[in-house]
């Protein structure tokens, strides 16, 4: 079956994925995409863009499959005479409708509408954890009622019948390739792994592990994740203070590197107030690193239900014991860990993303 994936934002977990479901799928697939950068524009204007290029190119595809950052409704009009018969997937890495506003940014429900209507235009809403379906559908009856009439409450029930849940591969069999031969012997090395935004809340993270090495604990900090910031003020606060416990500090264009990083240490963290699924942790969980994650998002599916006392957290107080107690006491992390992640490798789950797309074919 031939398949173009439609992508307006190519970048981190939106292009891993897409490329990676290209390199293991039995199906032939096609990526339409554009740089991942300009979020608000991308949602706004991506779509006449890539319906332009999708008519240049004349491609007739089986399925169309779109992520959330295109406007489908947009490139179906602009498409029609190819694409008035082609049914159509809508895959949510994230969503406007409960994605924490920046501090820049400017509160608007135009973005949200459009996730809503473009999942209204495609044949089956699917989202990348259970805990993302249920927040999607939690949130839209709000969004919704906030206008002034013809509110189409009842098309709720309808993409809820349509909507399932498909986690995101992860290249994890790559990682064990790249398992170093000896352990690391030195101090913990705590890893703090993921972008350096507000919604990834680091100022929790740096503030614990400043007030930790207040204690003169003996440890080391990684910081990675990519940073399209201008200014990080608070991480290069951090990095003066922390000084030479940092033995990583910003991205890791090598995947080398990083799956080295990923076996050498101790713990993986999360602070996050957005996380619709949790690669980056997955990752680290996968390669032997115990998770100290909050008690919110996906967090919990992530980790089995017997580990949730001595893993998650609910405060910044709870973050910062559960840090001190792996620096102080680095037991071995159980098998456990590595068994409820290794589901999500690509090549443990290609043959369900497969099948789902027969069948939606079939529409």
């Not at 994936?5 to 994925?17: L, R």
Request: with cysteine; hydrophobic share 40%.
């Amino acid at each position: 079956m031939k398949i173009v994936i439609v992508e307006p934002y190519d970048t981190g977990s939106h292009g891993q994925w897409m490329r990676g479901l290209q390199r293991h799928s039995r199906h032939q697939i096609t990526l339409l995409t554009l740089e991942g950068q300009f979020w608000q524009w991308r949602l706004l204007g991506g779509a006449v863009t890539l319906a332009e290029r999708f008519r240049r190119l004349e491609l007739k595809p089986d399925l169309i499959v779109a992520s959330d950052m295109l406007d489908l409704t947009t490139f179906l009009a602009l498409t029609r005479p190819t694409t008035h018969n082609i049914p159509a997937v809508i895959y949510f890495h994230e969503n406007q409708l409960v994605y924490p506003q920046g501090p820049r940014q400017k509160l608007t429900d135009h973005y949200a509408f459009i996730n809503y209507v473009s999942a209204l235009a495609a044949e089956a809403v699917v989202f990348n954890s259970k805990f993302h379906r249920e927040a999607f559908f939690d949130e839209l009856p709000r969004l919704l009622k906030h206008f002034p009439d013809h509110n189409n409450l009842e098309t709720i029930g309808r993409l809820s019948r349509r909507s399932y849940v498909l986690p995101v591969g992860v290249d994890l069999v790559s990682l064990d390739h790249l398992r170093p031969a000896a352990t690391d012997d030195g101090p913990p090395i705590i890893l703090w792994n993921h972008r350096w935004d507000f919604d990834k809340n680091p100022r929790s993270f740096l503030d614990a592990i400043t007030r930790l090495a207040n204690e003169d604990l003996a440890f080391r900090v990684a910081i990675t994740g990519e940073n399209f910031r201008k200014e990080a003020q608070e991480f290069e606060k951090a990095r003066k203070h922390l000084d030479n416990r940092i033995i990583q500090y910003g991205y890791l264009s090598s995947f080398t590197d990083y799956a080295k990083l990923l076996w050498d240490a101790d713990s993986v963290v999360s602070t996050a107030i957005q996380d619709f699924f949790g690669i980056s942790i997955v990752e680290g969980m996968y390669c032997g690193c115990w998770p100290i994650l909050p008690n919110r998002l996906n967090y919990p599916d992530l980790v089995p239900p017997a580990w949730h006392q001595t893993t998650l957290y609910a405060t910044d107080e709870g973050l910062y014991h559960r840090l001190r107690e792996r620096i102080l006491a680095p037991h071995p992390t159980p098998g456990d860990f590595r068994s409820a992640v290794a589901g999500f490798d690509w090549q443990a789950l290609v043959s369900t993303y497969d099948q789902f797309f027969d069948e939606i074919a079939l529409f």
